[in-house]
């Protein structure tokens, strides 16, 4: 298992913060320009840290929309995205699983094809595509939707452990974890509680890792710690309690 940090979008955030992590998640932002990223210096950064990359497609993009000419334009865009992540080494890239309705029945086939178009143009760039649970946010797909439409598709999962915790509780994290733990390549780990609080350290918020433990331990994915803050204490303790969950036999 490796285990390593979102950075957003910011070069001299994982400058500052990867060094003995695994992997660094980069986040491209909407609208981003591609040809103004520093190549030579992000290839330095990860070289520095041993590290690996993963990059975060945009957070707002919609996968569907109900305009077939929107839907191209989405694909279009998300291809060349896909394009320069796998030019610039990227493992695995993160997509929200997001509709502009996302309790519009008639738009999860559509969803499902523009997923299947993602992932295909994905595997032509060389990354792994995976589909995050946004079920919390306004567009984002319900749990159980979205873990159907992933093994339809044979799209991976980001499980993201705070979002699905926002969304049904610890019932949710429970729920997706033993449906779909199968689908699961690949994990946001943060904490969070009911008031409004995320993306705060593991042992700060009210998520039961012990679930985690219970249907992903011995996992052997790839694991991000989403928790904001630049202080690296408690990112790396953040990343050791998510190591001890997933890491435990849970036979």
């Known amino acids: 298992m490796d285990v390593g940090l979102t950075v957003g979008d910011s070069l ?16 491209l932002a909407e609208g981003v320009d591609l040809e103004a990223i520093d190549g030579d210096r992000l290839e330095e950064i990860l070289a520095d840290a041993n ?7 945009p957070f707002k993009q919609d996968v569907v929309t109900p305009v077939p000419e929107i839907n191209e334009a989405i694909l279009d865009y998300q291809r060349r995205l896909l394009e320069w992540a796998g030019a610039a080494g990227a493992r695995k890239a993160v997509l929200h699983g997001t509709a502009r309705n996302p309790h519009d029945t008639d738009l ?16 032509d760039a060389g990354v792994e595509l995976v589909v995050e649970n946004v ?3 306004k567009r ?3 749990l159980t939707v979205l873990g ?3 093994r339809e598709t044979g799209t991976a999962v980001c499980f993201d452990v705070g979002h699905a915790y926002m969304e049904d509780g610890n019932d949710g994290v429970e729920r997706f974890c033993k449906r779909y733990g199968d689908l699961i390549t690949h994990v946001h780990v943060h904490d969070a509680r009911s008031r409004g609080d995320t993306h705060i350290p593991i042992g700060a918020g009210e998520i039961d890792y012990g679930i985690v433990t219970e249907y992903l331990g011995g996992f052997d994915g790839t694991v991000a ?20 969950a997933l890491e435990a036999d849970n036979s």
Do not use: K, N, W
């Open 12 to 27: 001299e955030r994982m400058e500052r913060t990867i060094g003995g992590f695994d992997l660094a998640e980069y986040s």
């Open 51 to 57: 590290a690996d990359f993963c990059v975060h497609l």
């Open 108 to 123: 999860r086939p559509l969803f499902a094809d523009q997923l299947a178009a993602i992932d295909a143009a994905a595997a």
């Open 135 to 137: 079920g919390h946010q």
């Open 140 to 142: 984002g797909l319900p």
């Open 148 to 150: 159907d439409l992933a």
């Open 225 to 244: 710690v989403e928790v904001f803050s630049e202080d690296v204490a408690l990112l790396r303790d953040t990343a050791e309690r998510a190591t001890a």
